[in-house]
């Protein structure tokens, strides 16, 4: 499995838990009970090392989209976009990656499963993001 596709399942567990109401452990063990999902060692420690992470820091990242949007709050908007966010704004600031990798990943997945819109208004949050963080 690829970091792309290690990053596209994380995204199918995170809109799962959006949809559904269930926590990120319980997608995490659907997910590996699923067959088709091929994993090596590498990616099953990437995957867990980003459940774990994302758990433990989901309020804070969780405030800051919130902070990053403008006229928008997270309830409002999509699953999409709210799984995408959440992945990349964890990224941004607890995994020790160039942010140009983080935007260009989530916005490229934003393309596959999201509308028209969807990687622009990505890309715009990001960018608040990062510049939040500077």
Do not use: C
Request: proline content about 1%; glycine content about 4%; hydrophobic content about 40%.
């Amino acid at each position: 499995m690829t970091r792309r596709e290690a990053r596209e399942e994380l995204f199918k567990w995170i809109f799962q838990t959006e949809i559904q109401g269930n926590s990120v452990e319980e997608a995490f063990e659907h997910s590996f009970l699923r067959e088709e999902i091929e994993k090596d060692e590498v990616s099953k420690v990437f995957l867990e090392r980003y459940r774990k992470g994302m758990v433990e820091h989901q309020e804070e990242v969780a405030e800051k989209i919130e902070a990053a949007m403008t006229d928008w709050d997270l309830p409002r908007i999509g699953y999409v976009e709210k799984s995408l966010l959440k992945i990349a704004v964890y990224e941004i600031y607890f995994e020790d990656l160039p942010v140009e990798i983080i935007v260009n990943e989530a916005v490229e997945i934003a393309k596959i499963y999201g509308d028209v819109k969807t990687h622009e208004f990505i890309n715009g949050v990001l960018a608040k993001v990062i510049k939040m963080k500077k």
